[in-house]
């Protein structure tokens, strides 16, 4: 008893070291963000081959999306409430080890309904990740929290690329019934942020977040979560859309590479966007670039129609789509948790995840679209709510200049 009692102490020193801060936090926290989101982006690829298997409409796609995007999105307000209330580390630990586990079992699904409930359960620990990551990442920035939280985001878009291009993989090399091992990096880096992951102080009891903030909704983080969910709308439909547009305008393949890597390099674009964006700031201000990349995005996406796949040229307005429809994005989260000091992880999964997931129910209506008025004609009106979008932002920005930190 004496020789555990005298070891105590030297197991402290020793998990303190283990104990990241800086920059090392900050990319560690990075690459969990890309390893969550490589699992919720395999979705979107496996769309025509599950078309396929279980002979679904695309408006029954478009529910799937719906089921994923609402549980890993709409819900991370609720998540960020109860991470400031028990403890990020936790709630974030436990959220990657969740969806890891159970989204990389999309593959082998022998039904439509367990499907639907795989994505359900599996985006909620995706939901439970976000916030407390972000409002991690962003303490890890200290001095330069925008470009900080801008580079965590494009962890989670290259996350998004690489999903796509590693499960496409996976599947023509080693079969559907391979999927489930990918969960393994998901579990270990899961268990291993809970130990080297600093714990945040948690607020006192009188000064904790609500669970649902009707304030925050009706304020100007609201009026953020309209530009972001009109926004996030053209992104959720190019990424669901594109690989149904390529395989049936463009004669592609349903297991075709350029599915995959045309996802990828939307999405890894989408990540360099948003890091440019968070290194502009200084330069250019946040409700400048915030404005200008959304409105710059619009004629871009429509370039993708008129190019033909696998080019130069069509690859690269894909980048500039991805890079221009997601720069604005670390930069309204940062916005929102200016605006609301006092609830960080909320105002970030209202950001974050609210947003999207309310675009991905919305998506709904997209894919009811497609199947009225054809695939191109519904992509292209969603492409045009990012006018709406930019104009909101701008609007908010302008308002409330005084309680930024650039």
Known sequence: MRALALDWPMAVTTARRLLLSGTALSTFLTIVHATNDAFTSMLSALLPTLQLRFSLTETTLALLVATLSFSSSVTQPLFGALSDRLGRRLVASLGVVMSSSLLSLIGIVPSIYILFGILFL????????????????????????????????????????LGPVIILYVIANFGLGFTPWLMIPGVMLGTLMYFVVPQQERAPAHSRPKLFDLELFAGPVGALCVAGILRSLSFVTFVN??????????????????????LATFS??????????????????????????????IPILFIVFLLPPSSPLFFLAVALSGALTNASVPLLIVTA??????????????????????????????????????LGAAMGLSYLFLLPAALVAFYVLSRNRGSLMD
Request: hydrophobic share 50%.
């Open 122 to 161: 599996g985006g909620l620990g995706s939901a439970a990740f976000h916030p407390s990551g972000t409002s991690m990442a962003r303490a890890a920035g200290q001095k330069n929290k925008g470009l900080v939280v801008g580079i965590f985001s494009a962890g989670g878009t290259l996350g998004l690329a």
């Open 241 to 262: 859309a594109i690989p149904l547009w390529l395989v049936t305008t463009q004669g592609i393949a349903r297991d075709g590479t350029v599915i995959g890597w045309t």
């Open 268 to 297: 890894f674009s989408a990540g360099v966007g948003g890091i440019l964006a968070g290194a502009l700031v200084p330069r250019l201000g946040r409700r400048a670039i915030i404005f200008g990349s959304m409105l710059l995005a």
């Open 337 to 374: 948790q200016d605006l609301a000091p006092h609830a960080m992880a909320t105002a970030t999964g209202m950001l974050m995840g609210f947003t999207w997931g309310t675009a991905g129910v919305l998506y709904i209506l997209i894919g009811r679209l497609q199947e009225m008025i054809g």
